[in-house]
């Protein structure tokens, strides 16, 4: 099973940028997608974006217009590029393979998540 092990996280001013990595431990090519997520204080974790093997992505409305989601598959990483933080990023996001999952037209279609990295601490201060 592969691993994944997150990196870039920390603390930032609200209004500032974070680009979070995604390392796998072997290739990452034979998933069809990656996602990230997030999880904050209290809550259940939640979907922040996905990008398909071919580029394809899909944003969840709360990162929409604000973050980039992609992936290197020649060097066993994916990204989330983060701008304009808020407070309300505050979270822990961790980084996910889909084996099955498709994005079309913007539309996530997923068939499970198999393989959690450990995640890494957004805190975005007012």
């Known amino acids: 099973q592969v691993q994944l092990v997150e990196s870039g996280g920390g603390l930032v001013q609200a209004g500032g940028s974070l680009r979070l990595s995604c390392t796998a431990s072997?290739?990452?090519?034979?998933?069809?997608?990656m996602a990230w997520y997030l999880q904050a204080p209290g809550k259940d974790r939640e979907l922040v974006a996905v990008?398909?093997?071919?580029?394809?992505?899909r944003y969840e409305n709360a990162v929409k217009g604000r973050s980039t989601v992609s992936r290197d598959n020649s060097k066993n990483m994916a990204f989330l590029q983060m701008n304009n933080l808020k407070p309300e990023d505050t979270a822990v996001y961790y980084c996910?393979?889909?084996?099955?999952?498709?994005?079309?037209?913007?539309?996530?279609?997923?068939?499970?998540?198999?393989?959690w990295g450990q995640g890494t601490q957004v805190t975005v201060s007012s």
């Open positions: 996910a393979t889909d084996k099955g999952g498709t994005v079309r037209k913007e539309i996530y279609y997923p068939s499970g998540i198999g393989s």
């Open positions: 072997s290739s990452i090519a034979e998933f069809p997608v």
């Open positions: 990008v398909g093997r071919e580029g394809r992505t």
